[in-house]
């Protein structure tokens, strides 16, 4: 596993809990449909994924099987890193 796994999980997480009103945290494998985000948190989502990790996601990688949980944007993050 890479190393910067769980700073990229610790980041996410950061940038979601305040989107979706859950301040405990989530889950990695947790479903983030089913905590409620919306279509326009997963886009504000997106937009603050580019921002923090200072990258651009292609619009091929904008489908909502890289947003349903921490442990898909976590890949796609190290994915887009490389």
Excluded: Y
Aim: proline residues 6%.
């Amino acid at each position: 596993m890479d190393a910067s796994i769980p700073e990229t999980a610790a980041r996410i997480q950061s940038l979601l809990c305040p989107l979706i009103g859950n301040p405990e945290g989530v889950a990695r494998q947790q479903d983030l449909q089913e905590l409620g985000l919306t279509s326009m948190q997963m886009v504000n989502l997106m937009l603050s994924i580019e921002a923090e990790f200072n990258l651009t996601i292609p619009t091929t990688k904008l489908v909502p099987s890289n947003f349903r949980t921490i442990e898909s944007i976590e890949t796609l993050v190290q994915e887009l890193r490389h």
